[in-house]
């Protein structure tokens, strides 16, 4: 079977779609031994190797897409300005206080280290109590993250 037995054209688009096994949004098959991406596979039997480093990035932002003509060769950091620049780049919120995932204090821990700085003790001293650097110690005691009471 070929890469292009498992191709659906729609009306209206140009873009080849893949039809046959995904992951991650991605199509997916067998080739030369490995499982590899649809689109990386479709850009080398129709344009030729991808160097070492680059992506095989869409440029009509369609994941299942394999139309040579929609797929060009970048870095991870163009591939990144171009969601960018498309506007799919979109985060939710961050949490804030310990509702965040990354979150290393509580807001009890917050406000005591307030206390500490506005007491007098250094910064190196609190961070090295409560496992931070120094540099977080300021931006809690100056309010410039954990904006709690």
């Given at each position: 079977m070929t890469i292009l037995e498992r191709v659906k054209k729609v009306e209206g688009s140009d873009c080849w779609f893949w039809t046959g096994a995904k992951a991650n949004?991605?199509?997916q098959l067998r080739h030369n031994g490995k499982v590899q991406r649809a689109h990386r596979v479709s850009y080398m039997l129709h344009k030729g190797p991808i160097p070492d480093g680059l992506c095989v990035c869409h440029s009509c932002d369609e994941p299942l897409c394999i139309n040579p003509a929609h797929l060009w060769l970048g870095t991870?950091?163009?591939n990144t300005r171009d969601?960018?620049?498309?506007?799919r780049?979109?985060?939710p919120p961050a949490k804030p206080g310990e509702a965040?995932?990354?979150?290393?204090?509580?807001e009890q821990q917050v406000l005591e280290i307030r206390a500490k700085k506005a007491a007098g003790y250094s910064g190196a001293s609190i961070a090295a109590e409560y496992g931070i650097s120094q540099s977080r110690v300021s931006e809690i005691y100056h309010r410039k993250s954990w904006r709690v009471a």
């Open positions: 949004g991605y199509g991870k950091l163009d969601m960018v620049a498309k506007g780049a979109v985060r965040n995932h990354n979150a290393k204090l509580s």
